[in-house]
């Protein structure tokens, strides 16, 4: 079952192929990093520019890494 983190991480990553696709560039192999408020709804989210098979749930507004998921 996925969860809800792993949803926003998947929307995140899908919005920045897109940005990635259409500037010439890839998220071959990159996560992302997703900020979430305390009712877990997505404020930002950045790519990761490192290769990598983790992204990042963190909290809006204290930073810290809330969830980090492997894919």
Same mark, same amino acid.
Not at 10 to 25: G, S
Not at 31 to 44: E, S
Not at 45 to 71: A, Q
């Given at each position: 079952? $996925? =969860?809800?983190?792993?949803? *926003? #991480?998947? $929307? %995140? &990553?899908?919005?920045? %192929? !897109? #940005? %990635? @696709?259409?500037? !010439?560039?890839?998220?071959?192999? +990159?996560?992302? =990093?997703?900020? #979430?408020? +305390?009712?877990?709804? *997505?404020?930002?989210?950045?790519? @990761?520019? *490192?290769?990598?098979? $983790?992204?990042? &749930? #963190?909290?809006? /507004?204290?930073? $810290? &890494?809330? /969830?980090? &998921?492997?894919?």
């Amino acid at each position: 079952m $996925e =969860t809800n983190n792993f949803k *926003l #991480v998947k $929307e %995140a &990553i899908d919005f920045w %192929a !897109k #940005v %990635a @696709n259409e500037n !010439k560039w890839s998220m071959k192999n +990159k996560g992302c =990093t997703v900020w #979430v408020d +305390k009712t877990g709804q *997505l404020k930002d989210s950045i790519y @990761n520019p *490192l290769e990598g098979d $983790e992204s990042f &749930i #963190v909290d809006y /507004e204290t930073e $810290e &890494i809330i /969830e980090i &998921i492997k894919h």
